[in-house]
């Protein structure tokens, strides 16, 4: 499916990336977070251009670019939408969105996802109380429509998330999995 890490590295090592990605089957190579030193406009500019550039290279092995923003992407450039300015400027560039960082910037997660339905290849599910990283469902996140907008939208994916975790990690991902599960039944009326 995909192989993700932050923007720089990747860049660094695009042929390891693509290498990898290509054992795996894998369709999109991820990228996350605007590199500081790009959060300008004349930066945004010029991570745009090197965003297009690296794309150019995956057309050789068949593969697609993604951009997985962080909560400080959304508002990299005061007065700027720096992550919809990308999507406007290359269409070919899809969205690995995290709902976690898009809430933590307070956007509307099911009207951000419809704004980009076909663009957005997957998602993430993450959740808190506070800043403890919780399982899916169970934190302060407002999920309210948000997987009806993701399943409207023809989103192919949906991960639960948690990097961290205060209890035993398999049972957080149990109880996200069977979260998710039940959110999608609820929305599919079964």
């Not at 959060?39 to 297009?52: A, I, M």
Request: aromatic share 10%.
């Amino acid at each position: 499916m995909s192989v993700q890490d932050f923007y720089e590295t990747v860049r660094s090592n695009l042929e390891y990336y693509t290498e990898l990605n290509a054992e795996t089957d894998g369709k999109w190579i991820c990228v996350s977070r605007i590199p500081e030193r790009m959060k300008s406009q004349e930066g945004l500019d010029v991570f745009l251009r090197e965003l297009q550039d690296m794309q150019t290279a995956l057309d050789g092995w068949g593969q697609k670019l993604c951009f997985h923003p962080v909560s400080t992407d959304f508002c990299a450039v005061p007065g700027v939408d720096a992550v919809g300015y990308l999507l406007e400027v290359m269409p070919e560039l899809e969205l690995c969105l995290d709902l976690y960082h898009l809430n933590r910037c307070c956007q509307d997660m099911p009207g951000y996802i419809r704004r980009y339905a076909g663009r957005i290849c997957m998602v993430h599910l993450k959740d808190s109380i506070g800043d403890t990283l919780v399982p899916a469902g169970q934190g302060e996140v407002n999920w309210t429509g948000v997987v009806r907008a993701c399943l409207e939208a023809g989103v192919p994916y949906a991960f639960v998330e948690q990097e961290c975790w205060q209890r035993d990690p398999y049972l957080c991902l149990k109880e996200a999995s069977d979260w998710l599960n039940r959110e999608i039944c609820a929305v599919k009326g079964a």
